[in-house]
């Protein structure tokens, strides 16, 4: 199975910013949601924001509301995520999947991408 492809996640400041990418190759995405999620070392895999395919509705955890924005190109991929204000406790990795009901659809996921915020 094709996995989609984190990147542009990196070392950090405190308060710095970071935009992370989600490409996927094909018709992995196609017709479907997009969620980025994140699993910080020890816990369990997150959901942090998600946008629609019809509309590019999107939601955001409350805990990056008003700090992280997903979005994407008019062609629908990549999917952005671009993280402003970010601390310590965003550190994790980054993973994006299609959604469906809400939830992951691939039971597969990518490599993700390590975003780690320095205090």
């Known amino acids: 199975q094709v996995q989609p492809v984190e990147s542009g996640g990196g070392l950090v400041q405190t308060g710095g910013s970071v935009r992370l990418s989600c490409a996927a190759s094909g018709r992995l995405f196609s017709g479907y949601a997009t969620g980025w999620f994140r699993q910080a070392p020890g816990k369990e895999r997150e959901f942090v924001a998600s946008i629609s395919w019809i509309g590019g509705r999107t939601w955001h955890a409350d805990s990056v509301k008003g700090r992280f924005t997903i979005s994407r190109d008019n062609a629908k991929l990549p999917v952005y995520l671009q993280m402003n204000n970010l601390k310590p406790e965003d550190t994790a990795v980054y993973y994006c999947?299609?959604?469906?009901?809400?939830?992951?659809?691939?039971?597969?996921w990518g490599q993700g991408t390590q975003v780690t915020v320095s205090s």
């Open positions: 999947n299609a959604l469906t009901g809400g939830a992951p659809l691939y039971d597969q």
